[in-house]
């Protein structure tokens, strides 16, 4: 005979069975899906890790896990090998890719950056006010930085006799350590690499930059990446980390805080402060640009993408792209999604 409270405890181990049951079930409905990052975890990359740590993908059933590049070189190299599905990386450096490996081609899907952010940094005291002063001089970057690699466009934009510069080949960690000690006279970088020269002594005031996009290369900068086949075989899953991103990004825009909290709950190590720093330049200076705040993230203008190509494809004396073989608008979320508060 059973008595009532054995009767309740059947009752809920019945009830309880099922759902324990469907557990393994919806752990495994997680669609896995590998992205590749232009570097190591930073400020700038913050909106990305909060993607794939927050609910804005897990929610709708994917799990983006994303890790450290090298560089945009090898970030879209990675990408084309198959080793990843997505990738973080330059616009520039992925034209540059596809006018050589035409049957390696891969798409650009989301624009995150709305301007390239690449600069050139020298102390002021090297006397270094515009690009032709560059001639002679000693610039320092690492070969697969995105501004190395853009770096040819920029001297032939602005008429700077690249036969005349030595180029010294460091890790990003050495780069502007060398400027420092006056081994380099110039660096080729993103600016948000302005917000760790504090660390090492240098103060914003004793820096010159020059944008790129000040001096006449106003192109697009690093965009979500995938091959047409990942694209082709999982357009909804596509469209899901697409919209989750943006949401992130939305998000990082609006309180950097957040973003730069969910990479400081990775590594408990990070410089808030300096982190936030960075997030905060590459917002300014390439994300949150006029035309995005009237038209949104993402709203790529064709004419103004067809012309970053062609800058490129010259300069590099490639074979030449259209702008609708590179960039895809189809996985974008609605446009009043793309909108910033």
Do not use: C
Not at 42 to 64: E, H
Not at 219 to 232: K, N, Q, R, V
């Amino acid at each position: 005979m059973f008595n009532s409270t054995m009767l309740r405890a059947i009752a809920v181990s019945v009830f309880l069975a099922p759902v324990v049951a469907l557990a393994p079930i919806a752990a495994s409905a997680q669609t896995p899906v590998k992205l590749v990052l232009d570097y190591a975890v930073q400020g700038q990359q913050a909106p990305i890790v909060l993607a794939s740590d927050g609910d804005y993908l897990k929610s709708v059933g994917v799990d983006l896990q994303d890790d450290r590049g090298y560089g945009s070189a090898d970030a879209i190299a990675r990408l084309a090998s198959g080793a990843y599905d997505l990738a973080f990386a330059d616009l520039g450096a992925l034209v540059q890719f596809n006018a050589k490996h035409s049957e390696n081609a891969l798409i650009d899907v989301f624009q995150v950056y709305d301007v390239a952010p690449m600069v050139i940094l020298s102390l002021k005291a090297s006397n270094i006010t515009k690009p032709t002063d560059l001639a002679g001089k000693r610039i320092a970057s690492p070969p697969g930085a995105s501004s190395r690699v853009m770096f040819p466009i920029f001297a032939a934009t602005n008429k700077v006799d690249t036969s005349a510069i030595t180029w010294l080949g460091v890790t990003p960690q050495l780069r502007e350590t060398m400027l420092k000690q006056g081994q380099a006279d110039a660096t080729t970088a993103l600016i948000t690499d302005v917000a760790g020269l504090k660390s090492i002594g240098i103060s914003e005031n004793d820096i010159s930059v020059m944008q790129f996009s000040d001096y006449g290369l106003n192109i697009y900068g690093h965009a979500l990446l995938t091959t047409p086949e990942f694209a082709a075989k999982h357009p909804d899953v596509l469209k899901k980390i697409v919209k989750g991103v943006a949401e992130a990004l939305k998000t990082s825009i609006a309180n950097p805080s957040v973003a730069i909290a969910a990479i400081k709950k990775r590594d408990p190590l990070v410089d808030v402060d300096l982190e936030r720093h960075r997030l905060e330049l590459v917002i300014k200076s390439a994300i949150v640009s006029d035309h995005v705040k009237a038209a949104g993230l993402s709203a790529v203008d064709m004419d103004r993408m067809q012309k970053t190509i062609d800058v490129v494809t010259t300069t590099f004396e490639t074979p030449a792209l259209k702008a609708a073989s590179i960039y895809h608008a189809d996985y974008l979320p609605p446009h009043g999604d793309l909108m910033l508060p």
